[in-house]
Every structure is written in structure tokens, then in C-alpha cells.
């Protein structure tokens, strides 16, 4: 597609709830990420998936997240056991090999853990 | 943990006025990048220095890079309501991986 694209845009669920995020990057790009961003802050790096090299989890708060990418392409993130403090914007990027190049994010999913 | 840290947390101006943002950060980069980001959605590329640049310009925007400050600082020349939102560095880690680190930002207020 002609942007990276996250599904679903708003997401509401109860606490203790597994939840899965989709992204579906700019097609071509091999470098796939994933932030988070809690209201009125900056972003917290996640993961990051380069080809078909082990995926950067450094990010990862707590051993309930988890994410894989399937076919170089679509990412999915995964929740599991949903706190209140997960409650965030969930942000995908997607760009290609080149250092140089910048990141294509998508629109984010909000989450709200109730 | 933060690489870049923005200054001023918050900027208002009126409309015609420049707008100048800072962003300090701690370890040797490759690049370093700002994004913009309205409403607290997805984030606009913006511009990107090379370590090795000083200054680049794109349309109504210049940014400068010091590297033996470890500092950077992105100027919006003759700033519209439209460029109301939030603006981000993000930096490019001298290192093996390729992830970006963001700033908390500056929130910029551009009054018509």
C-alpha cells in the first residue's frame, strides 16, 4: 500500500484481556518497528524487525508482550493479561535498509485498558 | 532511556513569527532526524542531518547539528497556524542497531 496501515484504530478492553495489534508496512521496506507512547509523552522503542534477522525485543516491558512478523511483511503485536498501564498509543513504522532513509509511521492504535 | 531531550517543552508564538526548537542528546550518532506530530497520531518525517552535515534546509525549515555539543536545533522560518503540533528528535545511534531514539518533545502553539 502507499503507507503503513494499523488495524485496529481503537482498541477498548478489559483488564486481563489478551489484545493483538496489526501493522502492515510500506511494502518493500524490510525494517519494521514498533513504539508505544503514553498521552503527552514522548515514544518508548519496542521491537524492531530487520529481514530475516533475529528481531530487536530490547524494548519489550514485560515478557506478556510479544510480536512476530510474518513473511518480512505484516507484523503482529500481542498483549497478553492486559494492565491499566498498557494504555497507550501504539505506533508501526516501517522504512528501507538504508540508514540514510527516514521512519513511515502509521496512524497508531489507542488502547484503553478498563 | 531518552536519548534526545527537547527544549523548550512548549512554545507559543503568533503567526509570521520564527519558531526555534532544541534537542540535546548523549551518544555518538549516525543521523539524527525530527518528526512532527499532530493530534497524537502517527509521526511526519520531517528532515534528516548526517552526522557529518552542519545544516540542512527544506522549505521553510533549517536544522543544525553540532556534534561536539551533541545538540541540534530546528527552525521554523515564518510560522503558519497549520505548523501547530508536536515536533520530535530523534537520533540514529553510532551502534549496531538501527532502531531510532525519540525525545519527549516540544508542543508548538502557533496563534493565527
Known amino acids: 500500500g502507499a503507507g503503513v496501515s494499523q488495524s485496529p484504530s481503537n482498541k477498548v478492553t478489559e483488564k486481563g484481556k489478551d489484545v493483538e495489534l496489526r501493522c502492515d508496512p510500506i511494502s518493500g521496506h524490510t525494517a519494521l518497528y514498533w513504539y508505544r507512547q503514553s498521552l503527552g509523552q514522548g515514544l518508548e522503542f519496542l521491537i524492531y524487525?530487520?529481514?530475516?534477522?533475529?528481531?530487536?525485543k530490547s524494548g519489550l516491558p514485560s515478557d506478556r508482550f510479544s510480536a512476530e512478523r510474518t513473511g518480512g511483511s505484516v507484523s503482529t503485536l500481542t498483549i497478553q493479561r492486559t494492565q491499566q498501564e498498557d494504555s497507550a498509543v501504539y505506533l508501526c513504522?516501517?522504512?528501507?535498509?538504508?540508514?540514510?532513509?527516514?521512519?513511515?509511521f502509521g496512524s497508531g492504535t489507542r488502547l484503553t485498558v478498563v | 532511556s531518552q536519548q534526545g531531550e527537547e527544549d523548550p517543552q512548549a512554545l507559543s508564538i503568533q503567526e509570521g513569527e520564527n519558531a526555534t526548537m532544541n534537542c540535546s542528546y548523549k551518544t555518538s550518532i549516525n543521523n539524527l532526524q525530527w518528526y512532527r506530530q499532530n493530534s497524537g497520531r502517527g509521526l511526519v518525517h520531517l528532515i534528516l542531518i548526517r552526522s557529518n552535515e552542519r545544516e540542512k534546509h527544506s522549505g521553510r525549515l533549517r536544522v543544525t547539528l553540532d556534534t561536539s555539543k551533541k545538540s541540534s536545533s530546528l527552525l521554523i522560518t515564518a510560522s503558519r497556524a497549520a505548523d501547530t503540533a508536536s515536533y520530535f528528535c530523534?537520533?540514529?545511534?553510532?551502534?549496531?542497531?538501527?532502531?531510532?531514539?525519540f525525545g519527549s518533545g516540544t508542543r508548538l502553539l502557533v496563534r493565527p
Open positions: 513504522a516501517s522504512s528501507a535498509r538504508d540508514r540514510g532513509a527516514g521512519y513511515t
Open positions: 524487525f530487520q529481514g530475516n534477522s533475529a528481531p530487536d
Open positions: 530523534a537520533t540514529d545511534k553510532l551502534d549496531s542497531s538501527y532502531k531510532l531514539i
